[in-house]
T-cell receptor
Framework: EPEVTQTPSHQVTQMGQEVILRCVPISNHLYFYWYRQILGQKVEFLVS????????KSEIFDDQFSVERPDGSNFTLKIRSTKLEDSAMYFC?????????????FGPGTRLTVL | AQKITQTQPGMFVQEKEAVTLDCTYD???????LFWYKQPSSGEMIFLIY??????QNATEGRYSLNFQKARKSANLVISASQLGDSAMYFCAMILYQAGTALIFGKGTTLSVSS
């Protein structure tokens, strides 16, 4: 069964450093998403992406964040200058269509630790 | 504001028993979807079941069923014949089709199944 994959599974970085989290969405899916889950808290939407542009973003997704589809398979989340409060599990998700009856399928997550 | 409420931080059940995990939602939108996801201790988010606001019948997927009571704005997950592998965090989520692509999550319920 097709699945969303994410690398790395765990990333440790120093405050102020840039990190890139990578995702390979399900191959026939057209909509991509990033969510984050701070330890012990609920999952929060960051951004959705379609046709090589952002279709929606939350208040959390400020100028330090960016997303990109650098090639036909990868979808990345870049955090330019990490802060301690960026420590969280970051989930990539994809769906065949936006909203509708179409389910967002999540990857296994990348646990980001900022020291 | 649109939100999802899961009032049970933890639930305990014996193997082979049925369990109901509560979820209430708050929206004035007429067109929305409701989802349940399972998050085992390994961290991934696994889609379980979906219910659309216009669906007249309750959704079922194997041992999972969604008890959808639209007037009460509740979307409870029922797991029949619990198994040890059902021990996990369970999240209820909502999408508002007119508003965009973001899933709105509840805080989750931890289910523990014992033998």
């Amino acid at each position: 069964e097709p699945e969303v994959t994410q690398t790395p599974s765990h990333q440790v970085t120093q405050m102020g450093q840039e990190v890139i989290l990578r995702c390979v969405p399900i191959s026939n899916h057209l909509y991509f998403y990033w969510y984050r889950q701070i330890l012990g808290q609920k999952v929060e939407f960051l951004v959705s992406f379609y046709n090589n542009e952002i279709s929606e973003k939350s208040e959390i997704f400020d100028d330090q964040f960016s997303v990109e589809r650098p090639d036909g398979s990868n979808f990345t989340l870049k955090i330019r200058s990490t802060k301690l409060e960026d420590s969280a599990m970051y989930f990539c998700a994809s769906s065949e269509l936006a909203g509708g009856r179409d389910t967002q399928y999540f990857g296994p997550g990348t646990r980001l630790t900022v020291l | 504001a649109q939100k999802i409420t899961q009032t049970q931080p933890g639930m305990f059940v014996q193997e082979k028993e049925a369990v109901t995990l509560d979820c209430t939602y708050d929206t004035s939108d007429q067109s929305y979807g409701l989802f349940w996801y399972k998050q085992p201790s390994s961290g991934e988010m696994i889609f379980l079941i979906y219910q659309g606001s216009y669906d007249e019948q309750n959704a079922t997927e194997g041992r999972y069923s969604l008890n959808f009571q639209k007037a009460r704005k509740s979307a409870n997950l029922v797991i029949s014949a619990s198994q040890l592998g059902d021990s996990a965090m369970y999240f209820c989520a909502m999408i508002l089709y007119q508003a965009g692509t973001a899933l709105i999550f509840g805080k989750g319920t931890t289910l523990s199944v014992s033998s």
